[in-house]
């Protein structure tokens, strides 16, 4: 790995597709992370290492990644293709996409609910709505969690599924369809760069300040 | 089976084409030379190939190069030409000439991924990566060519997060069997992709400009999303590792926002951040952007602030501000030229 943060040699404990193409992976956590950190994950010393957020709670016992496999990706064929017992190489974590205790709204599309489910494993949960896009029902990942931990204050957006049981459509048409967003609150987004930055747009266009809009793209 | 432009491929992947026809080995050399020295269009120019080896060329392969589909013509010269890519999108590059030199901005993706706040690229959202061929044709194709002296990788896209055709393009530019540039012409910007900062700085003696736009970390986040993955101050730290005391350059650009990051205590951290990196700091006007949330600085506080600097030791310029007739900022006119954008049906 190019980058001079510190490298551990971890052994995968399970891979799982929770949805098409979607794989859940963990392995042992021996480091401390803040929520909404990411690392940087490879299946070798030298290559070019992709960073993903970290799943998991801050005390929880296992480190979980969500990724999404892209059929011409360098990495992510690869990872979806190892079994539990095989090595990866994963960074040290960092990154400041932190939210702490204060009131927020998150926003994700597809994988970018990661750093979420993360915050609400570490108790993060108290006066936070959550908005998550997908294609699917199946890609609301951690619903059962969510659902239980954020009840009303988890909204999905479906855009594929005409018999989806929540709102169909996009997240961004959701948004529009809001009377009152409020603008004395933090929006945090995560997802694909034009989810971000059409969120953005219309956040900007309903009078929050854009110094309240925290976001973290996918490169 | 389409064919393969030769345009932009390094002379060791002209090598194994040249391998894969069974063709003499210096037919490569031959090939890089008429590509990147004498600038031909077609294969059938490549007059000093036999005619076998033209043949077997033409079967599988084109040069590949593509003209400008749209230029836009500013009153103080500056134009700004879009050019079409494979993949049916469009891409700009700037063309600004100036008293002894002319400098050509050219993009490195289609698109970006990083969100700036203040970037009319990133409404685009990411549409695809260009080839090496594709950023170096935006250079050969200008019909300025002959006029120009420097090189920005400054247009759309983030440079270092298509690194390895921005890097394949850098060798084209300044190989010996490519254009032999000096590498001391040509800026690749970056907004702080640490690990491919590190691989350019390893393979490249191009100069760096990292986009800064304010020196604190938590206002930082607040408009360019790359914060909260790669920070301002740690991308600083890995910089103090390099050495600039020589012919490479680091520079750090500055867009400076009305009320956002022009104060003095602005100009303060930015001293502090960078003390002992010898660089040079470049104020740059803001061009709003429709709907922004942004303004930019007026003039006479820019010299202010940039006189703050100035009095504390640093170099800085104000870049003079061009084209701005022509929107010649970068994602203008491709943006303009999207008809519609195809719906991400992921949110």
């Known amino acids: 790995m190019a980058e001079k943060r510190k490298i551990y040699k971890k052994s995968i404990h399970s891979i799982k597709e929770i949805a098409q193409n979607v794989f859940v992976l963990s392995f042992a956590r021996n480091f401390e992370f803040r929520a909404g950190q990411v690392v940087a994950v490879d299946v070798v010393t030298d290559g070019e290492p992709r960073l993903y957020s970290i799943a998991s709670g801050e005390l929880d016992e296992y480190i979980e990644i969500l990724f999404d496999e892209k059929p011409d990706g360098k990495l992510t064929p690869k990872l979806s293709a190892l079994l539990p017992g095989d090595t990866i190489y994963v960074s040290e974590p960092f990154g400041n996409f932190i939210c702490n205790d204060e009131s927020a709204w998150w926003i994700a599309s597809g994988t970018g609910v990661a750093p979420f489910v993360s915050m609400v494993r570490s108790g993060q949960e108290i006066g936070k709505i959550l908005i998550h896009g997908g294609r699917y029902d199946e890609n609301f990942y951690f619903s059962d969690l969510l659902e239980n931990k954020l009840s009303g204050n988890y909204i999905r957006c479906a855009t594929q599924q005409a018999d989806s049981a929540y709102y169909k459509g996009r997240l961004t048409g959701w948004l529009r369809e809001q009377s009152f967003l409020p603008t004395e609150l933090k929006y945090y987004l995560c997802g694909s760069p034009e989810m971000v930055v059409e969120v953005r747009d219309i956040l900007i266009s309903r009078h929050i300040p854009f110094g309240q809009i925290i976001s973290e793209t996918y490169f | 089976m389409d064919k393969q432009p030769l345009f932009g491929l390094s002379l060791q992947k002209i090598k194994y084409v040249v391998a894969s026809l069974a063709l003499p080995s210096f037919t490569a050399t031959q090939i890089t030379d008429w590509l990147y020295k004498k600038h031909v269009s077609s294969i059938d120019e490549m007059t000093n190939l036999s005619k076998k080896a033209r043949e077997l060329l033409n079967e599988k392969f084109i040069v590949g190069l593509t003209a400008p589909s749209n230029v836009q013509t500013s009153t ?41 706040l203040f ?33 920005v990788y400054m247009g759309m896209g983030e440079p270092l997060d298509n690194l390895q055709p921005v890097l394949d393009s850098l060798e084209i530019l300044t190989a010996s069997w490519g254009y032999g540039w000096s590498p ?40 360019m999303p790359i914060q909260s993955v790669y920070g301002i101050s740690e991308v600083v730290s890995e910089l103090r590792k390099w050495d600039f005391s020589h012919q490479r350059r680091v520079s ?18 930015i001293v502090r951040l960078l003390e002992g990196i010898r660089c040079r700091i470049n104020l740059i006007r803001f061009h709003p952007i429709p709907d922004t949330a942004l303004e930019g600085t007026p003039y006479n506080d820019m010299v202010e602030f940039q006189n703050m600097l100035k009095a504390r030791g640093m170099t800085v310029t104000i870049r003079a501000s061009r084209g701005e007739d022509i929107y010649a900022a970068c994602g203008m006119l491709s943006t303009k030229e999207l008809v519609k954008r195809q719906q991400e049906p992921d949110f």
């Open chain 2, 76 to 116: 103080d010269g500056t134009k700004k030409y879009l050019y079409p890519t494979a993949t049916e999108k469009f891409v700009e590059a700037a063309y600004i000439p100036d008293e002894d030199r002319a400098t050509l901005c050219v993009s490195s993706q289609i698109g970006c991924k990083m969100g700036c």
């Open chain 2, 119 to 151: 970037c009319m690229t990133g409404k685009q959202g990411f549409q695809g990566n260009l080839t090496a061929g594709e950023i170096v044709n935006q250079i050969q194709s200008l019909p300025e060519f002959e006029n120009l002296t420097n090189i």
């Open chain 2, 184 to 223: 001391k012409r040509i800026t690749v910007s970056t907004i702080g992709v640490i690990p491919a900062m590190q691989t350019f700085l390893k393979q490249s003696n191009a100069h760096l400009a990292v986009s800064m736009h304010t020196p604190f970390d938590d206002e930082r986040k607040r408009i």
């Open chain 2, 252 to 269: 750090f650009e500055y867009i400076m926002f009305k009320g956002v990051n022009d104060t003095p205590r602005h100009a303060r951290e």
